[in-house]
Nanobody, 117 residues
Framework: QVRLVESGGGLVQAGGSLRLSCVAS????????MGWYRRAPGKQRELVAR???????NYADSVKGRFTISRDNAKNTHYLQMNSLKPEDTAVYYC???????????WGQGTQVTVSS
């Protein structure tokens, strides 16, 4: 059974930083693309960043240059380092896994990030 557990959300002032973590179990982590999505109040869920098994990355335009996604296969964990946070980054952030080899999507429970102005 795949399980994704996020941590690291919280309240931060604009310009501050947070690091989100997602620990995966029940899957072959090193072969699976991983990602972070977010849902802001009144908006649809959107892709924030994604990382392939080979650590190739892509980002939403709104976070390029501020956020960094990374993975540690030895710890079955991937991360989202968020710098220069803005109030518009306020959202619930969700960890995503596309489990190898079927590419089925799995989701974490979500972690709240709130950026005050």
């Amino acid at each position: 059974q795949v399980r994704l557990v996020e941590s690291g959300g919280g309240l931060v002032q604009a310009g501050g930083s947070l690091r989100l973590s997602c620990v995966a179990s029940g899957m072959l982590f090193s072969m699976s693309p991983m990602g972070w999505y977010r849902r802001a109040p009144g908006k649809q869920r959107e892709l924030v960043a994604r990382i392939t098994k080979n650590s190739s990355t892509n980002y939403a335009d709104s976070v390029k240059g501020r956020f960094t996604i990374s993975r540690d296969n030895a710890k079955n964990t991937h991360y989202l380092q968020m710098n220069s946070l803005k109030p518009e980054d306020t959202a619930v952030y969700y960890c995503n896994a596309q489990r190898w080899p079927t590419n089925d999507d799995y989701w974490g429970q979500g972690t709240q990030v709130t950026v005050s102005s």
